[in-house]
């Protein structure tokens, strides 16, 4: 078998002719007389082209015809890449329109599970707490035990009993103002009651301090004894004063738990009942109950908790809100850049997104809007006129009746005039481009007039007549088919239209007949010929017979004056 194979491997000649042909298909060498040289779509794909070099190099020796064919395929491969472009482009977007769904999909699906799991830790932190719960947070001097009835006040109520336990804690401790100015909803969750600062290194008392828990901050206070021997000093008032000594935000600090396995002291250890104070600083203040035993230490360590997630959790849901109006805002504005222009729209968007409209019985959100505009977006770009012109009657409608929704229908109707304009641009571009077919027109003008665009339709249909205006019969066309088309109101238009083109056909006329005689046979045959064309606009209600042929007489053949300034008699 392989002595077989090896005889006819010598009589394979292909290869030169091979390159032969990929040479021709890389540079087709034009011969006068025969076909048009063949487009070479990789050489024009190549970013270093250079045009007049490809050119002289391919139709340096090809014919007028050739030329002319090489030119008719350049076109037919633009029209054909444009076709390409605008497929690819319609894909992408279609596929981007079904991520999008998709993505905002699993979106809303990690947010309700991020709810279940928030609310699967609030329960387990109160049902912990259900069962550690011990004693009840003991309350600032001079503010009153608070009844079931209290408990169940209203917000106005909540929010006075709050400002109430502030003022008392700016009488009661001095300088705690200077630390906790009065804010809206800040109260006190607990007073502690007396504690004793702890050295860090040897663990020995320091100074007495009092803890007080608010909503976000911990307040250290010292006590003093009061100077009775001053002037101005209240002999009724308590031997002790508090002074603010430090104060934290809740979330700069960690409230740590000391364990008692210090050295003892009088049969105490010195850490029992102690916590630390972890500030962001690498500070650390070590704290402990001034009884032994107290049970304000696990109760503030609750209530600590109890703040701390609180806190975090409207940190949360403040960001979470300010993540859906940063999302919304551009998820409408990567849609529709002109929106970066309508600062107010924009500004407002956040607060529309969850809007809820009524269409046909039926409520829907702004996310239908956009599916609605996803479509017309498509309609536009296959170029499919009657749905397209249809949808946004549609949405013009629904944006009208939408009166008591101001910003909705500004939303509404922003988005549907930026398509309408682009819209009609296509489809006066499709008028122009047909307007000798009467029925094509008359379509192209129908839809123009439903978009609100009867004023453009007229000046554009009239601007491309009067580029292929060569004689009569055009002008009687162009009349008949506005007449088809507009209405009786708009025909002034026409008429003036037609007046301009037949004094432009004059001024042809003049032209032409300049070498001619005035009056002689031929200048009176060409007269004739015009009226005689004259005759036929009569047909659609135009008499400018008396207007066509109409010609100045030139200055030249005006009297001039002779001598010195007087005309010849």
């Not at 087709?28 to 050489?43: F, L, M, Q, V, Y």
């Not at 395929?73 to 596929?95: C, F, G, H, M, P």
């Not at 506005?482 to 001024?507: D, I, L, R, Y």
């Not at 005689?517 to 005759?535: D, F």
Request: aromatic share 6%; hydrophobic share 35%.
């Amino acid at each position: 078998m392989p002595l077989d194979l090896d005889g006819p491997i010598p009589s394979v000649p292909a290869l030169p002719s091979m390159d032969k042909y990929d040479q021709k298909d890389r540079r087709p060498p034009p011969s006068r007389g025969g076909a048009a040289p063949i487009i070479d779509i990789k050489a024009l794909r190549d970013p270093a082209l250079v045009p007049d070099q490809y050119v002289a190099a391919v139709l340096g020796d090809a014919t007028d015809g050739q030329i002319r064919e090489f030119e008719d395929s350049l076109k037919k491969l633009k029209i054909r890449a444009a076709s390409d472009l605008q497929q690819n482009l319609l894909q992408n977007r279609t596929q981007f329109i079904k991520i999008s769904k998709e993505a905002e999909k699993l979106k809303g699906e990690m947010r309700t599970l991020r709810n279940l799991m928030s609310e699967l830790k609030t329960n387990t932190t109160a049902l912990r707490s259900a069962t550690a719960k011990n004693d009840e947070p003991a309350s600032i001097p001079g503010q009153a035990t608070l009844s079931k009835r209290d408990k169940r006040s209203s917000v106005a109520d909540r929010s006075a009993l709050w400002n109430s336990q502030m003022q008392a804690l700016y009488k009661n401790v001095e300088g705690s103002q200077k630390f906790l100015p009065n804010s809206s909803g800040r109260h006190v969750i607990q007073n502690a009651g007396p504690w004793v600062e702890l050295d860090n290194a040897t663990y020995k008392s320091r100074r007495a301090m009092q803890i007080f828990l608010l909503n976000d901050h911990l307040l250290i206070a010292s006590r003093k004894k009061r100077k009775m021997d001053a002037p101005t000093a209240d002999t009724r008032g308590p031997m002790m004063k508090l002074v603010a000594d430090r104060c934290w935000s809740l979330l700069d600090i960690e409230v740590i738990d000391m364990p008692g396995a210090g050295d003892s002291s009088g049969g105490r250890n010195k850490l029992a009942d102690a916590i630390m104070v972890r500030g962001g600083g690498q500070e650390s203040f070590i704290y402990r109950t001034e009884k032994a035993d107290d049970s304000s230490k696990k109760a503030l360590l609750l209530n600590v908790r109890k703040a701390v997630e609180e806190l975090r959790k409207g940190l949360e849901f403040e960001m979470e809100a300010n993540n859906k109006a940063k999302e919304t805002i551009n998820y409408f504005a990567s849609r529709d850049p002109g929106l970066l222009q309508k600062t107010e729209l924009l500004e407002t968007l956040s607060d529309i997104k969850d809007m809820l409209i009524e269409v046909d019985g039926k409520q829907q959100n702004l996310r239908w809007v956009e599916s609605q505009m996803d479509e017309l977006d498509i309609n536009i770009a296959l170029q499919e006129f009657e749905p397209a012109v249809a949808r946004v009657e549609k949405l013009k409608s629904l944006s009208k009746g939408l009166k008591s929704n101001a910003v909705a229908q500004d939303f509404i109707s922003f988005k549907v005039d930026e398509r309408c304009n682009r819209l009609g641009d296509i489809v006066i571009r499709e008028l122009e481009a047909t307007h000798n077919e009467r029925m094509k027109t008359k379509q192209n003008i129908s839809w123009l007039t439903r978009l609100g665009y009867h004023d453009r339709a007229r000046e554009a249909y009239l601007d491309a007549r009067s580029a292929t205006i060569h004689k009569r019969s055009s002008i009687h066309n162009t009349v008949q088919c506005f007449q088809a088309c507009f209405p009786p109101p708009m025909m002034s238009a026409c008429v003036k239209w037609a007046k301009q083109e037949v004094e432009a056909f004059n001024t042809i006329l003049a032209r032409q007949l300049s070498s001619t005689e005035r009056g002689g046979p031929v200048w009176t045959e060409c007269m004739n010929r015009a009226k005689e064309h004259a005759t036929k606009l009569s047909a659609v209600g135009l008499d400018f017979q008396n207007l066509v042929g109409r010609i100045d007489v030139p200055s030249d053949a005006m009297p001039s004056p002779t001598g010195l300034g007087l005309t010849s008699s």
